[in-house]
């Protein structure tokens, strides 16, 4: 029996939720999950956790052997860590994760150029424009738009700001007119408009007269094609639709109304001793996107 191995599947099913969650982040069959976990219920002849068909519930020798691992495997990889540390290059794998659009526009080049100068190091980079938990989902650092979490368990390195732009389509606007002030978006159909922008913009209300067009989604590419199709305005990164209002297909709209400039950050999470490839492509980051 590998007591490591066992007690860190342990430790990931209670964390992720489930076995089958635990089966794909370890990429492990959920048999071999399952026998693992079975294999330390016999070796401590008690029982960790009670399953059911949708939720799993720690018992309370599961909950005190869990905070047991946690302790373990946290020395274990402290020790590890350390060693590494000495090390005067980066090598191993980051997870980084990141919006669609800054990371397509940035974070995409960035990383060649860094792969290429430390060739030991490994980045897997993870698009989604959805807000990931970096605890939970293994995430080692996460690039934020907007404020930061507030959390004692999170460290936010600080990067470039993030200029917007509200506009819509040459069609759009010669259908529906083109808004002079804040107050016109009220007679508009606006799409998926970030409603933190608009509280930092606009007083706390302005946003409950917002009308929502008929498409919304979370997805930055999905909100600026609907405005390319004339679906109504948008509020989106100047990074996200310069390419657009280049090529005519979308026009900025109330330039005398500035919009407010979001912070950029990378968040991960705080341990006792940061792996020097976190210090080392943080510090990179910082570097290649200054304040």
Request: proline content about 7%; charged content about 25%; aromatic content about 6%.
């Amino acid at each position: 029996m590998n007591l490591f191995l066992s007690m860190s599947v342990f430790v990931k099913i209670v964390e992720i939720g489930s076995l089958n969650g635990a089966a794909i982040k370890l990429r492990l069959s959920p048999t071999m999950v399952g026998k693992h976990l079975k294999l330390l219920e016999s070796h401590l002849k008690t029982q960790l956790l009670n399953r059911t068909t949708r939720r799993i519930h720690l018992t309370p020798s599961g909950v005190e052997y869990y905070y047991h691992c946690k302790k373990v495997l946290e020395l274990i990889n402290d020790g590890e860590e350390r060693l590494k540390n000495d090390q005067l290059t980066p090598s191993g794998q980051i997870i980084l994760s990141c919006p669609e659009i800054f990371g397509n526009k940035k974070i995409l080049p960035f990383s060649l150029k860094y792969v290429e100068r430390f060739p030991e190091a490994q980045i897997h980079i993870s698009l989604t424009d959805r807000l990931v938990d970096i605890i939970r989902e293994d995430v080692d650092i996460a690039i934020r738009i907007g404020e930061p979490p507030d959390s004692s368990d999170i460290i936010a390195r600080p990067l470039t700001r993030y200029e917007l732009v509200a506009c819509a389509s040459p069609a759009y606007l010669e259908k529906f007119g083109t808004p002079e002030k804040p107050e016109d978006l009220f007679k508009h159909q606006c799409i998926s408009l970030n409603e933190s922008v608009l509280d930092q913009w606009q007083p706390p209300n302005f946003k409950e007269n917002i009308k929502n067009s008929r498409l919304t989604s979370d997805s930055s590419a999905v909100i600026r094609q609907g405005a390319i199709s004339g679906m109504g305005i948008i509020i989106q990164a100047k990074l996200s639709v310069e390419d657009a209002i280049q090529n005519g297909l979308l026009i900025p709209i109330l330039k005398h109304y500035p919009l407010p400039e979001r912070k950029v950050s990378a968040l991960y999470a705080r341990k006792k001793h940061t792996p020097m490839r976190l210090k080392f492509l943080l510090d990179a980051l910082q570097e290649a996107f200054p304040q």
